[in-house]
């Protein structure tokens, strides 16, 4: 699917501790020029008419937020493209500093949002203030990171009204579980969560989850787990 990584070869289940590499691929400027370039695909049949599921459920998630002029950050901002699809489908103002990890990834924010600000930073230690935003974002990054529960932790410092955690992959019965997997052709790690656990990590963080919205299909990892596996937006209050 376009604007998506070639998720569904070399698909294998982590049993043990994950090689550094992985945890570095998402930072290698070929899978930034990639992944802008499928992007573009998809934010242009979004202009066209055709919005994809996960473009619905974060601007729903947003507007659900009934939010006036909200300072919105994205952590896992990519080169922007979210910022896109909020200013096309929200129709409203808001604020945006987008932050990633991949130094090309924000090159590509700054030169394509401007008047924007892009920062680099660590999803795990976030160079915010503590309550600095209105609504702080994981977009489609959680799945990335490795100390995703000292990210939830973090997004709970910065955010000071809501969190939206954006494409999450859930499933129902078996235990969170870590792939290697390659993305726009570079292997990377990717979890797929517990959803029971994932809601447990969120309480435990302060967290009430206020909305659910359905997101984008992960069919791909279906036969390597042998149960459906989903991906779900979490409007969360601080």
Request: charged share 25%; proline share 4%; net charge negative.
């Amino acid at each position: 699917m376009s604007g998506r990584p070639d998720s569904s070869s070399n698909l294998q289940i982590l049993e043990t501790d994950v090689p550094e590499d992985l945890t570095l691929g998402w930072q290698a400027p070929v899978v930034a020029e990639r992944q802008e370039a499928a992007f573009e695909e998809v934010l242009q049949a979004m202009r066209r008419g055709k919005v994809r599921e996960d473009f619905a459920a974060l601007a729903a998630a947003v507007k659900a937020t009934a939010l006036k002029d909200p300072l919105i950050i994205e952590v896992g901002s990519g080169s922007g493209w979210n910022h896109s699809v909020l200013e096309f489908l929200l129709k409203q103002n808001f604020r945006y500093i987008g932050m990633d990890y991949s130094q090309s990834m924000v090159a590509l924010g700054r030169r394509a949002h401007p008047a924007d600000l892009f920062v680099i930073g660590d999803a795990a230690a976030l160079p915010f203030a503590s309550d600095c935003c209105d609504v702080l974002i994981l977009g489609t990054v959680l799945m990335h990171v490795l100390g995703y529960r000292e990210a939830v932790q973090e997004s709970r410092r910065v955010a000071r009204n809501c969190c939206i955690f954006h494409t999450i992959p859930v499933v129902e019965k078996r235990k969170t579980t870590l792939i290697r997997k390659n993305a726009y052709g570079v292997p990377v790690v990717e979890i797929t969560f517990s959803e029971r656990e994932f809601i447990d990590l969120l309480s435990k963080n302060g967290f009430r989850v206020r909305e659910t919205f359905q997101s984008v299909p992960h069919p791909y990892l279906e036969k390597l787990y042998g149960e459906a596996v989903h991906t779900r937006t979490y409007l969360c209050e601080c």
